[in-house]
C-alpha cells in the first residue's frame, strides 16, 4: 500500500515570496492533516479536513496560510507572502476516517531566507 | 486542555543498554497516548500507542511502553538499544481517539558503539 506522498521534499524562498505544498493522502482515507514542525518543537496541527471539508483550521495563520482539498483527495498548502519564522518542516498526513490512526508522510522542509 | 512533556531533549546510550525515553502527561479526561519515532529526512511512524486497555503496551522495533495513571507517565522503554534506534521520538496525547494529538517537543536518541 502506498503511503503519504508530499512534494517538494525541500524549498528555499525568500521572504515575502509565496510557496505551495502538494499532498497525496493513502487512498481511501477521508481525513487529512497538515502540521507544522519547527525545529526543536514538536508538530502543531494547522488545518484538518474531512473530506473537502475543514474541519479545525483554529491554529492556521489565516492572513498568510491557505489550504484546499478539492475533490476531497489531493490537498494543497500555500504560504504568502512567507516571513522568517515559516521555516519549518510541513507535514501532512491522513487516517482513514476522524478517530482512526495517522499515517505521515515525508514532509517539506521550507527554509525563508 | 491536554500536553505533553517529554524530560530530556537529547539522551545518549550505549549500545546494548537499556533506553528509558520519559513522557509525563496532562489530560482532562482519560486519555490515549503514543510514541512515534522519526528518522532524519523522514516522516512520524507510530511505534505504539495506549488506547485504555493493557497498561504494557508493547510496539514495533522491541520498545514498550508502560500507563501510570496515578504518575501520569507513559515512558518508553527498550532492554537494548541497537545503532538503528537512533532517531528522534515523540510522545502524543489525545483526549477521545486519535482526534486532536497534541505532541510533546521530542527527544534525540544518539546510540553510542
Known amino acids: 500500500e502506498a503511503g503519504v506522498a508530499q512534494s517538494p521534499r525541500y524549498k528555499i524562498i525568500e521572504k515575502r515570496q509565496s510557496v505551495a505544498f502538494w499532498c497525496n493522502p493513502i487512498s481511501g482515507h477521508a481525513t487529512l492533516y497538515w502540521y507544522q514542525q519547527i525545529l526543536g518543537q514538536g508538530p502543531k496541527l494547522l488545518i484538518q479536513f474531512q473530506n473537502n471539508g475543514v474541519v479545525d483550521d483554529s491554529q492556521l495563520p489565516k492572513d498568510r496560510f491557505s489550504a484546499e482539498r478539492l475533490k476531497g483527495v489531493d490537498s494543497t498548502l500555500k504560504i504568502q507572502p512567507a516571513k522568517l519564522e515559516d521555516s519549518a518542516v510541513y507535514l501532512c498526513?491522513?487516517?482513514?476516517?476522524?478517530?482512526?490512526?495517522?499515517?505521515f508522510g515525508p514532509g517539506t522542509r521550507l527554509t525563508v531566507l | 486542555a491536554q500536553s505533553v512533556t517529554q524530560l530530556g531533549s537529547h539522551v545518549s546510550v550505549s549500545e546494548g543498554a537499556l533506553v528509558l525515553l520519559r513522557c509525563n502527561y496532562s489530560s482532562s479526561v482519560p486519555p490515549y497516548l503514543f510514541w512515534y519515532v522519526q528518522y532524519p529526512n523522514q516522516g512520524l511512524q507510530l511505534l505504539l500507542k495506549y488506547t485504555s486497555a493493557a497498561t504494557l503496551v508493547k510496539g514495533i522495533n522491541g520498545f514498550e511502553a508502560e500507563f501510570k495513571k496515578s504518575e501520569t507517565s507513559f515512558h518508553l522503554t527498550k532492554p537494548s538499544a541497537h545503532m538503528s534506534d537512533a532517531a528522534e521520538y515523540f510522545c502524543a496525547v489525545s483526549e477521545g481517539g486519535y482526534q486532536k494529538v497534541t505532541f510533546g517537543t521530542g527527544t534525540k536518541l544518539q546510540v553510542i558503539p
Open positions: 498526513a491522513s487516517s482513514l476516517d476522524t478517530g482512526d490512526e495517522q499515517f
